[in-house]
Structures are given as structure tokens and as C-alpha cells.
């Protein structure tokens, strides 16, 4: 949703709308409890292809950047998540446990959600395509994919999200009536996909 409207996540946990887009933070395994983890092992080529990227100026033009500061009338607009919709989601319980991470080591990155007008701005080319609907997917029957796993241990919804309210609702405040479309989709071809979920599946190597 558009920033500076009240809508987003943000907007309602902070007061304020000044970021926008989604942050993710990263954090390294401590290395002593990583080796005890996971033996060691080395990956020569990628070792090989990382030092040849390290050479190279990874660096991203700051024309690139969405622009902070634009006329009340400009069209180009930065956008932020709001709570709503009907995305069945779990957040599943860190495996390796909080003694496991150096959380002195983070990384953030920014990835900002814009609209047409400003894409248009920041790239000099036009947006994509609009995804196409939930209902329009469904009408050719193409399949959803649910992913089953009864052995995962989930954590409960956040305290600092309880009181949060959807686009609907916050519609429903301003304009007694809700704006998006909530039509229910039709779904008939679910595939059902069930795994063992393993931590250990993915590793790092040494390089």
C-alpha cells in the first residue's frame, strides 16, 4: 500500500511511514558452533569464483536509488506491506537455536516496493505485466500447492503485531465500506506436497 496513508504494518506499529518495502536481516552461524555442527568441507570452485567476483566493483549506482523527495503531484510512489488477504503461512521454529547465530554480525538489506511510475523512474523502462489474478489461475484449473509437514514446531503470532488491522478493516473506518476485492476463489485442483522437514538439508562451505 501506498506510504503515508495509515495502512501499512509500519505505519501502525512505529506511527511513523519513513521506510517502506521489507527489511531481511541476515546473521552468521558462530563459527564454533557451526564446525560442531557441520564437518568441515571446501568447495574450490566456488572458493575460485567468489575471489574472481571480489575483484570485480560490486557496487550499485545511486541513481538507482528511489528518490526521497518528489513534488506532492508526482504519480511515483513508494509502497509498504499491509496486513490483509488470505496467505495461509506458519513461521516455523529456529532448529538450531538462538545460541547457534552471532548476533553481532548482521546484515540488513532494503528492498523497496514501488509502484509503475516510480519503476519507470529508477529503471528508465516499463513495469512488467500485471500479475495475473487468483481467479483468472483458478479458471484454467492450473494447480495450488499446499505444503503438509505435521512435525513442524511453529511460534505464535508476535505481541507487537497483535492489534494490527487489514486494508479491509482500516476501509471499513474511513470509507464504511471495503475497497478490495475479497470475492472468494474457487479452488479445485490443490496438490498437496508432504516432507520431512530437515535443517540440515542445506549446507555452507568453506571458501
Same mark, same amino acid.
Given at each position: 500500500?501506498?506510504?503515508?496513508?495509515?495502512?501499512?504494518?509500519?505505519?501502525?506499529?512505529?506511527?511513523?511511514?519513513?521506510?517502506?518495502?521489507?527489511?531481511?536481516?541476515?546473521?552468521?552461524?558462530?563459527?564454533?558452533?557451526?564446525?560442531?555442527?557441520?564437518?568441515?568441507?571446501?568447495?574450490?570452485?566456488?572458493?575460485?569464483?567468489?575471489?574472481?567476483?571480489?575483484?570485480?566493483?560490486?557496487?550499485?549506482?545511486?541513481?538507482?536509488?528511489?528518490?526521497?523527495?518528489?513534488?506532492?503531484?508526482?504519480?511515483?510512489?513508494?509502497?509498504?506491506?499491509?496486513?490483509?488477504?488470505?496467505?495461509?503461512? =506458519?513461521?516455523?521454529?529456529?532448529?538450531?537455536? !538462538?545460541?547457534?547465530?552471532? *548476533?553481532? #554480525?548482521? $546484515?540488513? &538489506?532494503?528492498?523497496?516496493?514501488?509502484?509503475?511510475?516510480?519503476?519507470?523512474?529508477?529503471?528508465?523502462?516499463?513495469?512488467?505485466?500485471?500479475?495475473?489474478?487468483?481467479?483468472?489461475?483458478?479458471?484454467?484449473?492450473?494447480?495450488?500447492?499446499?505444503?503438509?509437514?505435521? =512435525?513442524?514446531?511453529?511460534?505464535?503470532?508476535? !505481541?507487537?503485531?497483535?492489534? *494490527?488491522? #487489514?486494508? $479491509?478493516? &482500516?476501509?471499513?473506518?474511513?470509507?464504511?465500506?471495503?475497497?478490495?476485492?475479497?470475492?472468494?476463489?474457487?479452488?479445485?485442483?490443490?496438490?498437496?506436497?508432504?516432507?520431512?522437514?530437515?535443517?540440515?538439508?542445506?549446507?555452507?562451505?568453506?571458501?
Amino acid at each position: 500500500m501506498q506510504l503515508g496513508e495509515g495502512y501499512t504494518i509500519e505505519g501502525q506499529v512505529t506511527g511513523e511511514e519513513n521506510v517502506g518495502g521489507v527489511q531481511v536481516i541476515c546473521y552468521r552461524p558462530k563459527e564454533s558452533e557451526r564446525l560442531k555442527k557441520f564437518p568441515k568441507i571446501t568447495a574450490p570452485l566456488m572458493k575460485k569464483e567468489c575471489e574472481k567476483m571480489s575483484k570485480k566493483k560490486m557496487c550499485l549506482s545511486s541513481s538507482l536509488s528511489a528518490p526521497r523527495c518528489r513534488s506532492a503531484k508526482s504519480e511515483a510512489k513508494e509502497l509498504g506491506i499491509a496486513a490483509g488477504g488470505r496467505i495461509k503461512q =506458519n513461521i516455523v521454529k529456529d532448529a538450531y537455536g !538462538e545460541e547457534f547465530w552471532d *548476533v553481532d #554480525s548482521k $546484515s540488513r &538489506i532494503f528492498i523497496h516496493i514501488v509502484n509503475s511510475e516510480m519503476y519507470r523512474q529508477i529503471t528508465g523502462e516499463n513495469p512488467p505485466n500485471t500479475p495475473v489474478s487468483a481467479q483468472t489461475y483458478s479458471s484454467y484449473n492450473y494447480p495450488w500447492f499446499d505444503w503438509y509437514n505435521e =512435525n513442524l514446531e511453529t511460534i505464535r503470532k508476535s !505481541e507487537i503485531l497483535e492489534n *494490527v488491522k #487489514s486494508v $479491509s478493516e &482500516i476501509d471499513q473506518e474511513k470509507y464504511g465500506v471495503s475497497l478490495q476485492n475479497n470475492t472468494t476463489v474457487k479452488i479445485n485442483n490443490v496438490k498437496v506436497i508432504k516432507d520431512n522437514y530437515n535443517p540440515n538439508n542445506v549446507r555452507d562451505g568453506d571458501w
